[in-house]
């Protein structure tokens, strides 16, 4: 009869006889939980070695002998040699502690599982017949896919103190959510959300999850943060999870900062996961690299919502790229001062439209003629606007090609 227990390792003495690349990978996983590891074998890998240099695990190079059992509350027997695998078990047998056996689980009493994370859920699949790692490999992979993919309803069952999490969305396509992105989403009673581009994210959420948008809307003012603030915290004082997402990353121009603010004020416990930025993955997507080798060295993100600074303006003039959010309106402002700053007029720039999205759209220009043809193409946000070398039309088919060494 095998049942499968969730063993708490933290600062546990763990006893890993063999020092080849099945030990190693456990060396990897127990370090991971907090174990205190020690390996006892007379060659040992790279790779335990440099844990062994790091002062995470102890390491004795020399053959194993019975007494290197005591105090061990978990033995792994891994060396290539199934005699003293099974001879290390039967020690561990009499000293009743718990070992897998790697070259026969029949001769170990424990065996080993396959494990993945998500969230503050951990998901582990054992074999009760023969051994058979990939197999368990392969429906822990299907499971934790699963999982990941946000179409498993995660929400607590049991009521427990409530939470806010912080999710960024990334820029528009929602395959540019990061994983705990989409695991939180799974996980939420509540959705604050203030963006139509997330609600392609929203699809897969179940249909009694509050679904709170705090977004402008054509016929709405968006709702002042102030008020967002209580919603999230008031929502979490309730007992329930809070997802906050958010656009890009929570924290570029997003006021995820006040967010996360009134929620440690209020005593209300929160995450951020952070996300995919619109100011590097609308260029990006757009096929513009915001550095590249011989062209930029350095960027700066701004936003033009009020103009340009002198910080940006300096950069422009110096031929660093600049990315500025919310910039639209506030553009023939902008490049007048880049111009008066000293940004050559004929520095390339490109506006990104609905970057990420099937809506996407580019226009191109230079300094001296982009608000012209913004105005032609009639321009609308959201939009990124890159100035600088790396903006040029087919920049990186020339580039590539430049720099070899790339
Ligand atoms: C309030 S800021 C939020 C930025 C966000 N936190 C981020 O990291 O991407 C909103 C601005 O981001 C830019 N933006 C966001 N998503 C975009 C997209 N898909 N395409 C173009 N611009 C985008 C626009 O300049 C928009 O006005």
């Known amino acids: 009869m095998t049942a499968l227990f969730g063993l708490d390792l933290k600062d546990k003495p763990i006893l890993i006889v063999g020092g080849g690349s099945v030990a190693s990978r456990r060396v990897r996983r127990f370090v991971a939980e907090g174990a205190r590891v020690t390996v006892v074998a007379p060659h040992i890998s790279d790779d335990i070695e440099r844990h062994a240099g790091h002062g995470d695990i102890v390491v004795h190079r020399r053959g194993v002998a019975p007494q290197d059992l005591d105090g061990a509350w978990f033995v792994l027997a891994a060396t290539d040699d199934p005699v003293l695998n099974d001879a290390v078990a039967q020690w561990a047998h009499e000293r009743q502690i718990w070992c897998i056996d790697a070259s026969d689980a029949s001769k170990g009493t424990a065996r080993q599982a ?167 993955a609308v260029p990006a997507r757009a096929g513009i690299p915001v550095t590249q080798r011989g062209v930029s060295t350095s960027v700066l993100v701004t936003t033009g919502h009020a103009g340009a600074d002198p910080a940006s303006i300096a950069a422009m003039a110096a031929g660093a790229t600049v990315v500025i959010l919310m910039g639209v309106t506030a553009l023939p402002g902008i490049v007048d001062a880049a111009i008066a700053g000293g940004c050559d007029p004929e520095t390339p720039v490109a506006i990104v439209e609905n970057g990420t999205t099937v809506h996407e759209r580019v226009t191109h220009g230079v300094m001296a003629d982009i608000v012209r043809r913004a105005d032609e193409t009639d321009v609308k946000p959201p939009a990124i606007i890159v100035v600088g070398q790396v903006s040029q039309p087919g920049l990186l088919a020339s580039a590539v090609a430049a720099t070899p060494e790339l």
Do not use: W
């Open 114 to 280: 396959a494990m993945s994370k998500h969230g503050d859920l951990g998901v582990g699949v054992i074999s009760l017949g023969a051994p058979d790692p990939g197999r368990i490999r392969a429906v822990r992979d299907a499971v934790a896919a699963h999982l990941d993919g946000g179409e498993v309803d995660l929400r607590r069952r049991r009521p427990g103190s409530g939470r806010v999490i912080l999710v960024g969305s990334g820029p528009g396509d929602p395959g540019l959510i990061t994983v705990r992105g989409r695991q939180a989403l799974s996980e939420a009673d509540v959705v604050v959300t203030d963006r139509l581009g997330t609600a392609e994210l929203l699809v897969t959420v179940p249909y009694d999850v509050d679904v709170v948008n705090v977004g402008k809307s054509p016929d709405r003012h968006p709702v002042p943060q102030r008020e967002i603030n209580s919603l999230l915290v008031g929502r979490a004082l309730e007992g329930k999870t809070v997802v906050r997402l958010k656009g890009g990353d929570p924290y570029l121009f997003g006021r995820g900062g006040e967010e996360v603010h009134a929620c440690i004020k209020a005593g209300v416990d929160v995450e951020v996961v952070p996300g995919i930025t619109s100011a590097f």
